[in-house]
């Protein structure tokens, strides 16, 4: 008799498991009617976000090379900003001023000290989408 409860008992168990786990649940989102999680909102600019710094090292120097900029730089600082108003942040290759409102990075590539090829600290910005706006100098301190 007690075979037949110890047999019973896990059936019965297996069973009850197995009729739990058998239902079709839709789970709806929780955040349905409400504000939108963070994570969805996070995603306009991902394309810069993406790209690696050797990515945009790369970019940045081609461009300066292509404006005709010797480049001999000791180390670079990549800084993502979000710029709320229409500013002028550079200029591009034809000297023209560059206004730009929304995010975008800026490579600072400072000179090396024992070379004295470049003088100022160069600041390269990318756009959105990865394209080149302009650049500017600094005086180096």
Known sequence: MKSVYLT??????VALLLSGCNKNINPE???EGAEVPEAEIQQKSISILNMSDLEIIKKSSDF?????????FEETRIIYE????TDILCKNQDNQDVQYKGEYLAIYFYPHAQIQE?????????GHNGKVL???EESNP
């Open 82 to 85: 979000n710029n709320m108003d």
């Open 118 to 126: 470049q003088e100022n600290i160069l600041v390269v910005y990318l």
């Open 29 to 31: 989102p929780v955040y």
């Open 64 to 72: 300066l090379k292509s404006c005709g900029k010797t480049l001999t």
């Open 134 to 136: 302009g650049y500017r």
């Open 8 to 13: 019973f008992i896990p059936l019965l168990i």
